[in-house]
């Protein structure tokens, strides 16, 4: 059995690396998308994993996972004002509006820090055992939600920093979304092969949706108008589309490889796909679930984190040091 799933893990390698040998970088549909600025992070070595906003301030958060450092940037004036240092693998950020706090993941220690979002210092802590990653504010209910460990969503009331409850999983989450309206969640697994449907009153998985191939599926986004989940898979990197009622896969593509981000944005109606392979992609929805790529822009290889902000009409990538570049922030205006 072990040499079987040996075979199986080096065929899956084999694809992803065909994928992305194949896989064409000719930049096209560049109007989509309008470099406004680019901001250095000249401090910053390593893997950058992910950001959030506040809004108000217009604050970027950067976790650099590789530099042991969350990264203020402000990105009216285009420059990074504070470092916020001594952390352990930080993963995933959210900034607390209700409360003006940042809250911080690391993954190599599990825990999780609120800052005070006007000096920086720390407030209060929750501690997972290990591999604390991406981060969920329901800003609603005031409730965080945080992957963790080999398999959990940790729940963490906001206003009192304290643990609420825990969502146990078959293996550790990564990109997941919430639909507190409908009480749900869908959440990739990607060490399982498969996407779970949790309830949220619960707290239990109702549905187990799997598959043999394509496999490692990172980012995730939720469209709520359509009932669709679209998930990105690295091995081979593909675009798979679902109903987020029943797990029926509506829509199938070839899309960047090593992709870590994806975003909706119900405006325009277009999905937008940040690759470490070294560009972004923008899918249009052209009805009748047939979604179109109208941009390939090439990017840096391990830029793969992004942040969408729609508010502004801001992609923002995470573009991680490479060669003499330093990391930076690539901030893109888009058209429609």
Not at 20 to 25: A, G, P, R, W
Not at 153 to 159: K, L, N, R, W
Not at 292 to 315: C, D, H, I, M, Y
Request: aromatic fraction near 8%; hydrophobic fraction near 40%.
């Amino acid at each position: 059995m072990s040499a079987m799933k040996n075979l199986i893990h080096r065929l899956l390698v084999f694809l992803g690396v065909a994928v992305l040998c194949s896989y064409q970088h000719t930049s096209y549909g560049q109007s989509a998308l309008k470099l406004e600025k680019e901001i250095p992070l000249p401090n910053v070595k390593g893997r950058v994993d992910h950001l959030d906003i506040d809004l108000q301030d217009q604050l970027i958060f950067v976790a650099a996972l590789g530099n042991n450092t969350v990264e203020v940037v402000d990105l009216r004036n285009g420059k990074d004002i504070h470092s916020i240092t001594a952390l352990d693998e930080p993963q995933g950020v959210a900034y607390l509006p209700k409360h003006h706090e940042l809250f911080v993941a690391n993954g190599g220690t599990g825990e999780c820090i609120f800052y005070n979002a006007e000096n920086w210092q720390k407030v209060a802590s929750v501690k997972y055992n290990d591999d604390a990653d991406d981060v969920r504010y329901d800003a609603t209910a005031d409730l965080i939600y945080v992957g963790y460990g080999s398999g959990g969503i940790g729940i963490i009331d906001a206003a009192t920093h304290r643990k609420v409850s825990d969502i146990p999983l078959p293996a550790h989450p990564e990109s997941f979304q919430l639909d507190a309206k409908i009480g749900k969640l869908w959440v990739n697994l990607p060490g399982a092969g498969q996407v779970a449907m949790v309830d949220l009153k619960s707290r239990k998985i109702e549905a187990q949706w799997k598959r043999l191939l394509p496999r490692a599926n990172f980012p995730m986004a939720y469209d709520p108008q359509g009932h669709r989940l679209m998930i990105g898979y690295r091995l081979p990197a593909t675009l798979k589309v679902l109903d987020s009622r029943t797990g029926k896969e509506l829509f199938s593509s070839g899309m960047v490889g090593d992709a870590d981000d994806l975003y909706w944005d119900e405006k325009a109606q277009l999905l937008l796909i940040s690759g470490g392979s070294g560009s972004i992609n923008i899918f249009k929805d052209e009805g009748n679930n047939i979604f179109k790529q109208v941009t390939e822009l090439k990017t840096r290889n391990g830029a793969r984190t992004s942040l969408w902000v729609p508010e502004l009409r801001l992609f923002i990538l995470a573009a991680r040091e490479h060669g003499d570049k330093p990391a930076a922030l690539l901030v893109y205006k888009v058209a429609q």
